[in-house]
Antibody, heavy 119, light 112 residues
Framework: EVQLVQSGAEVKKSGESLKISCKGSGYSFTNYWIGWVRQMPGKGLEWMGIIYPGDSDTRYSPSFQGQVTISADKSIDTAYLQWSSLKASDSAMYYC????????????WGQGTLVTVSS | QSALTQPASVSGSPGQSITISCTGT?????????VSWYQQHPGKAPKLMVYDVSKWPSGASNRFSGSKSGNTASLTISGLQAEDEADYYCTSYTRSTTPGYVFGTGTKVTVL
């Protein structure tokens, strides 16, 4: 089965660091871009950035550049999204997704990781 | 980079057809045939329904069809069913900004 499995929900305090993961299986993980998407409570979807696990080529949305770090470890088919200093406004659901269909066709998606940051 | 514009809500009765629009610019929707559509049920991850304007991914229902004219892409749901009630988002490749993609504002579909 082609799938992405994300790490579990996190509850953190402002100023703490965090790294969440997204592990692929059932397809050639290194050959497809992985995108990270934020969804704040009751809001729409926002692209944060994408990474090509094969060579770790990474591109960030201007809104997230400098705020998060996207990385990948192709030896274990896993992508990561990390923060060095969380803010309450980082509280959201975060999804990873693989671009396996054409250009802008992302499937599968991970189940999402809920991050809650208290101030 | 501004989000693509979608209507906030669209509704229809079971069996009817409805269409959701997604309006961008010549830098995104109008410039490339790289528009995809996602369905999201409450509390669930998005699901790819259509890619490259009008193609179906493996396992997708052909009741969902996509098209494009100028700077506006559209998703038509035929034979509307109760399980189609969800939020729908378009996304397009864009040359205006990294990482090269932009989402639509999202449309809530209600089955009456």
């Amino acid at each position: 089965e082609v799938q992405l499995v994300q790490s579990g929900a996190e509850v953190k305090k402002s100023g703490e660091s965090l790294k969440i993961s997204c592990k692929g299986s059932g397809y050639s993980f290194t050959n497809y871009w992985i995108g990270w998407v934020r969804q704040m409570p009751g809001k729409g979807l926002e692209w944060m950035g994408i990474i090509y696990p094969g060579d770790s080529d990474t591109r960030y949305s201007p809104s997230f550049q400098g705020q998060v770090t996207i990385s990948a470890d192709k030896s274990i088919d896993t992508a990561y999204l990390q923060w060095s200093s969380l803010k309450a406004s980082d509280s959201a659901m975060y999804y990873c997704a693989a671009q396996r269909y054409g250009n802008a066709g992302f499937d599968p998606w991970g189940q999402g990781t809920l991050v809650t940051v208290s101030s | 980079q501004s989000a693509l514009t979608q209507p906030a809500s669209v509704s229809g009765s079971p069996g009817q057809s409805i269409t959701i629009s997604c309006t961008g610019t010549s830098s995104d929707v109008g410039g490339y045939n790289y528009v995809s559509w996602y369905q999201q049920h409450p509390g669930k991850a998005p699901k790819l329904m259509v890619y490259d304007v009008s193609k179906w991914p493996s396992g997708a229902s052909n009741r969902f069809s996509g098209s494009k004219s100028g700077n506006t892409a559209s998703l038509t749901i035929s034979g509307l069913q109760a399980e189609d009630e969800a939020d729908y988002y378009c996304t397009s490749y864009t040359r205006s900004t990294t990482p090269g993609y932009v989402f639509g504002t999202g449309t809530k579909v209600t089955v009456l």
